[in-house]
């Protein structure tokens, strides 16, 4: 049986929406499912992790172990996953954690402006991956 991945994400947000459409085209070995921030899944973890549960501007990857990776290591993480040249994101490690955390943070400041308005919706067999 193969390792799955949970990508949390904000469902509302044009830029994490285009994010989680780019995982689902390059996983080709399935190992992730994915679920918004807003929904019941994630307003779970939200609160089983005593995080806020209307900020929505970090990605969240929960591990097959349960371990919790996120911000740029959540980044770096599925990238390594995804394989090919998406692995040559973990040369972006020998950054300290605080930097890459700072620039993921203005990015994440800046997702709504960095999205182009244009929301592709998952296709039905891509729906499947959502838990909610």
Not at 9 to 20: H, L, P, Q, S, T
Not at 31 to 56: E, M, P, R, V, Y
């Amino acid at each position: 049986m193969k390792e799955t991945y949970i990508l949390l994400y904000d469902g509302e947000c044009g830029f994490c929406n285009f994010w989680v459409n780019w995982v689902m085209q390059n996983d080709r070995e399935g190992i992730f499912n994915f679920a918004s921030l807003q929904g019941n899944f994630g307003q779970n973890f939200l609160t089983d992790k005593k995080l806020s549960l209307t900020t929505f501007n970090t990605l969240y990857l929960i591990r097959p172990d349960g371990r919790v990776d996120e911000k740029s290591d959540a980044v770096i993480k599925i990238c390594s996953l995804l394989g090919g040249w998406n692995k040559l994101a973990v040369v972006f490690k020998i950054f300290p954690k605080f930097l890459r955390h700072k620039i993921y943070d203005l990015v994440a400041k800046n997702r709504r402006k960095l999205a182009s308005g244009n929301c592709p919706l998952p296709t039905k067999e891509q729906r499947k991956m959502f838990i909610d």
